[in-house]
């Protein structure tokens, strides 16, 4: 991964492979460095504008080699949209869609001019810059003959003070533990399934706890059967990989309210005896997205030291159709002592939620935040874009709203009417685990509500946004590491009070 830092000084003035430049499309104005650096070109940065070549849209990226006349050997500019809409996530797509250009061209040291805005400040702007050049340059390469390594090791943030070098260092700062957080949770979900078993997935959890200083405690098959944890147990029977519980905890602050994350740690989802199809499959490493979220945020919690306390639990398990696996009728005792009706065991991700809310619970964590991927039904109401997010608080929901546009990780709140909750009434137990296709994300998360009681909390519906199908902007192929900077910004806004 590159480093990103800070210098003070002249950005056309050292010898670098790049200098990046962001030229916003409806400024035409040029000033300080893009104007130094026309003038050095004799012009022809101009000329590019007139010609058409160089917008300044959003994403758009324009390589053009200094030739000699200035000792970087190449300047590179970056479109950043409308001076008007700039904000954090304009920066984030602008800056990545950049840095693939130099990975891709195979730069290695390279310099960014922030560019002049008062729509954001200047720790914000670093940040963002940050995340945008960590997450963009992030590959998942541990399998594959050509290790796909970025090029670029080194950006160098120029600064024009040692104010404001220490003003973006701190953004710099935050931003590579957001980025990094976010990045290992894409590597636990896009690694393998034969190697992220349950068993491995409390290992990476309790590495993180021994490397952090975090509580942690893993616990096994028969804890999991002792206490009562009948959901999440009967899940794990098909499957010759024991289950876990993930239980980790962040002690900030003496006194002050413990935040509860939850995260569904599906690591292969087969569909147990309700199979899926073998295309619905191919994506079901990523079933425990949700897990990975909670496991990364709380790695980042660890080193960002906000003073409050957070309960990160993860019930992790395959679900598979060994001789033993949980059938369509079965009636499951669950740990807060209800009782579901068994219609689908491929609804198996709403179990095990069951069981570890009612923990985060029973600890007193308030409020509690679930990230899952779910439901087929969310990508069907909200497609790629968005994740959904359901709660029994509506001011808690709009908080989470915020804060996933705070992060650049858009949510939308989707409705939670009562009526809802009657189609999963069961004749033979307090509830059935799926109220059929219409309205399955809302009913899923009904179910997940029915163990909350009244404590405050949000479900986050993963399933449309935890994979992407392209390289865009910061994201490559595979997991987007979804949920992990909300959870973690959420803390820390809880955290400032």
């Not at 996933?404 to 009657?422: C, L, S």
């Amino acid at each position: 991964m590159p480093q990103v830092t800070t210098v003070i000084g002249d950005a056309l003035a050292t010898e670098r492979d790049a200098v990046l430049l962001g030229v916003f499309e409806d400024d035409g104005r040029w000033t300080g460095t893009l104007a130094k650096t026309d003038k050095a070109l004799n012009g022809q940065l101009r000329k590019l504008r007139e010609w058409g070549e160089v917008k300044g849209k959003l994403g758009e990226v324009t390589v053009v080699h200094s030739l000699g006349l200035l000792p970087p050997r190449r300047l590179v500019l970056f479109g950043l949209g409308k001076s008007s809409e700039l904000d954090a996530e304009a920066v984030r797509r602008a800056v990545g869609n950049a840095v693939k250009t130099l990975n891709q061209i195979g730069v290695r040291h390279a310099a960014l001019v922030p560019p002049e805005t008062n729509r954001l400040t200047l720790p914000d702007l670093a940040r963002a810059i940050t995340e945008a050049t960590l997450l963009a340059s992030y590959r998942y390469s541990k399998k594959s003959s050509d290790d796909g390594k970025p090029s670029l090791e080194r950006l160098e943030l120029i600064a024009t003070s040692r104010r404001s070098a220490s003003e973006m260092g701190t953004g710099v700062q935050l931003g590579t533990v957001m980025a990094e957080a976010t990045n290992f949770a894409r590597d636990l979900v896009n690694a393998p399934p034969m190697e992220l078993t349950p068993t491995t997935l409390a290992e990476q959890a309790k590495a993180v706890a021994e490397k952090r200083g975090l509580d942690c405690e893993i616990y096994d098959e028969r804890w999991i059967e002792e206490v009562g944890m009948g959901a999440l147990r009967a899940v794990s029977l098909g499957s010759d990989q024991p289950p876990r519980f993930i239980v980790l905890r962040y002690e900030g602050k003496a006194g002050a309210p413990t935040i509860g994350l939850v995260g569904k740690g599906i690591t292969f989802d087969s569909g147990g005896l309700c199979l899926k199809t073998a295309e619905g499959m191919l994506e079901m490493k990523g079933d425990m997205a949700g897990a990975a979220a909670v496991i990364a945020a709380m790695d980042a919690i660890a080193q960002l030291q906000p003073a409050i306390n957070v309960l990160g639990c993860v019930p992790a398990t395959e679900n598979m159709p060994g001789g033993r696996a949980f059938k369509p009728g079965d009636i499951l005792r669950t740990y807060s002592g209800k009782t579901v009706e068994v219609i689908n065991t491929d609804a198996e991700g709403r179990l095990i939620l069951a069981d570890a809310i009612s923990y985060a619970k029973e600890k007193g964590a308030s409020p509690i935040l679930d990230a899952a991927t779910l439901t087929g039904a969310a990508i069907i109401a909200l497609g790629p874009i968005c994740t959904g997010a359901f709660g029994n608080d509506e001011q808690l929901v709009r908080e989470i709203v915020e804060v996933g546009k705070q992060v650049g990780e858009p949510i939308w709140a989707m409705p939670m009417f009562a009526d809802y909750r009657e189609l999963l009434k069961s004749d033979f137990a307090d509830i059935k685990n799926t109220g059929g296709r219409p309205g399955g994300a809302i009913t899923a998360a009904w179910f997940i509500g029915e163990f909350v009681g009244e404590t405050p909390w949000v479900h986050l519906d993963i399933a449309p946004t935890f994979w992407s199908d392209k390289d865009r902007h910061y994201f490559s192929k595979g997991a987007t590491g979804v949920a992990t900077r909300t959870f973690i910004q959420f803390v820390l806004n809880r955290a400032k009070g």
